[in-house]
């Protein structure tokens, strides 16, 4: 099951990932190795969205009552969004 399919399930909050496993299941015909490594991918996906949501509350906090603060706000957020796609990722080795 490619990578962003999975990913793209992921965003849906308001499912379980026992949910999201069973319905990509049913979809794709999901064998039991390709269920576990659907986990795994969802798992994943998790945790980069806490590590994402962390990062930003640690430089901003959630308090913008100003436009000046918003404006640093994304400004800072298109810097950091930039940054990541100047990097150079080598493509995983199990898609």
């Not at 299941?25 to 798992?43: E, F, H, M, S, V």
């Not at 949501?53 to 640690?58: A, I, L, T």
């Not at 800072?76 to 796609?85: P, R, V």
């Not at 990097?87 to 080795?93: A, G, K, R, V």
Request: with cysteine.
């Amino acid at each position: 099951m490619p990578r962003p399919i999975v990913t793209e399930a992921a965003l849906d909050f308001s499912k379980s990932f026992s949910l999201l496993v069973a319905e990509l299941t049913g979809q794709y015909q999901l064998n039991a190795a390709k269920q576990r490594r659907c986990r795994k991918i969802l798992k994943s996906v998790c945790v980069g969205h806490k590590q994402l949501s962390r990062h930003f509350r640690d430089h901003f906090g959630f308090k913008y009552r100003d436009e000046a603060t918003r404006g640093r706000f994304l400004d800072w957020l298109e810097d950091e969004c930039q940054a990541i796609a100047a990097l150079d990722l080598e493509p995983d080795s199990d898609d």
